[in-house]
C-alpha cells in the first residue's frame, strides 16, 4: 500500500514524489478517478484520486507532478494532524515551526469564511472553509513557474 499521509514539504506526499511522471504515479495508485487538462490552477493536467482524497497536477512540459492537495484527515504535516482543525488550532499546532511571511487570500469575496494561507516560501498553501481547513496543497521548492504561487498572487492576497 503506497503512504499517503505524510506531507514532506518540496518532496512530495508519502510514497509520491514532485517530478514523478504520470505513467510513475498511475503504477502506483492506478487509474485517477478523473483527468481534466488545464486545469484553473493553471497546471496542464490534473488527477482526481477522491477515494484516497488527494488531487494532482502535472506540468505536461516536464512530464512531472507539480503540485498535490491532500484532504485526508490523516494527513500530517510536521508530525501533527491539521486537516479539520479550525485556523486558531491550526496556528497552535505549527507554532514550533518557522514557517515564513504568510498571506491570506479571500477565495470567495462574497464568503468570507473561505480563504487561504499561503506560505509563498514554502510553496504551502492551507485551504480553509467555514472555519475549518479543508485540505493543503504545496509544491516543490524550486521557485521558477509555480502555478500555485501565480494563481494566488493574481487574487489580490494581503499580508499578515
Do not use: C, H
Not at 503504477?27 to 488527477?47: K, V
Not at 507539480?66 to 494527513?75: G, L, N
Amino acid at each position: 500500500m503506497t503512504n499517503l499521509s505524510t506531507i514532506s514539504i518540496g518532496v512530495g506526499l508519502g510514497d509520491l514524489r514532485f517530478g514523478a511522471t504520470p505513467d510513475d504515479i498511475e503504477a502506483q495508485l492506478g487509474q485517477p478517478s478523473d483527468r481534466y487538462d488545464r486545469s484553473t490552477f493553471g497546471a496542464e493536467l490534473r488527477w482526481d484520486y477522491p477515494d484516497e482524497q488527494i488531487r494532482l497536477y502535472f506540468d505536461t512540459a516536464a512530464d512531472a507532478l507539480s503540485i498535490v492537495t491532500v484532504t485526508r484527515r490523516d494527513a500530517i504535516l510536521y508530525g501533527k494532524y491539521l486537516i479539520g482543525r479550525n485556523p486558531g488550532r491550526v496556528r497552535d499546532r505549527l507554532a514550533d515551526q518557522v514557517l515564513g511571511p504568510r498571506e491570506v487570500i479571500a477565495q470567495d469575496p462574497d464568503d468570507p469564511m473561505d480563504y487561504a494561507w499561503l506560505y509563498p516560501n514554502l510553496r504551502l498553501q492551507f485551504e480553509f472553509q467555514q472555519n475549518q481547513l479543508l485540505g493543503i496543497s504545496f509544491a516543490p521548492l524550486n521557485p521558477e513557474g509555480n502555478p500555485l504561487l501565480s494563481l494566488a498572487r493574481g487574487q489580490g492576497s494581503s499580508q499578515t
